[in-house]
């Protein structure tokens, strides 16, 4: 099943609250998850774990996030727009996106400060005004991004796959991009300093 049908059914519960209230509270995201799936086997929607997992995302974005109880290892969110004024400006610190289906993902301006990215699938996202500080997003595949004022700042890249994507007004500042693809990378007005290019070599005061 598709994201599009986990939206359509997640505005269903939005506009019906006897069915709605049928499901336990997002405080227990386990319970939720396992009743949500029933739930929507019921009302022709073949749910799978993951896909009940981005129905609890839907009803409250920023606490599965940060919820140590689950996380969003493996799951497709492939072309979601997390851009509207909903999510703007949200802080998503330690997220867990582990493996994540991100690609043609909007994320601008969320903070995702020391959040796991590590091998996720960014490819052709947006993330404008994006903060990655911290970040682990060690082996992410982030060919064709749109990165403008995003910082990377103490983020750890290493064999990330850069190619073809867009960095301008950057900051990769004490970044570790050791063993990164960066060909095709079109970087402009980025500042480098103390950061770990892919040949291990350091860059100590630079504007890329």
């Not at 996030?65 to 497709?76: A, E, G, K, P, W």
């Not at 699938?121 to 911290?134: H, M, P, S, W, Y």
């Not at 700042?153 to 900051?171: I, K, P, S, V, Y």
């Amino acid at each position: 099943m598709s994201l599009e049908q986990v939206q359509k059914f997640y505005q269903k519960l939005q506009s019906n609250t006897q069915l709605a209230n049928t499901l336990a509270p997002i405080e227990n995201p386990e319970i939720f998850l396992h009743q949500a799936a029933q739930l929507g086997k019921h009302n022709g929607y073949d749910f799978t774990t993951n896909e009940a997992t981005a129905l609890l995302r839907l009803f409250n974005l920023n606490q599965i996030m940060r919820s140590q109880t689950i996380d969003f290892t493996n799951l497709s969110l492939r072309g979601i727009d997390l851009s509207t004024e909903e999510y703007l400006g949200r802080d998503l610190s330690g997220a867990i996106l582990q493996d994540i289906d991100l690609r043609g993902a909007n994320l601008s301006n969320i903070i995702f400060q020391g959040a796991n990215f590590r091998n996720a699938d960014l490819r052709g996202a947006i993330l404008t005004n994006t903060v990655f500080t911290g970040a682990n997003l060690q082996g992410a595949d982030l060919r064709g991004a749109t990165m403008d004022g995003t910082f990377f700042t103490n983020a750890d890249l290493r064999f990330a796959d850069l190619r073809g994507a867009f960095l301008m007004n950057g900051n990769l500042e004490n970044a570790n991009l050791s063993g990164a693809k960066i060909g095709g990378l079109a970087m402009f007005d980025s500042v480098l300093c103390n950061t770990i290019m892919p040949d291990s070599t350091v860059v100590t005061e630079n504007d890329a």
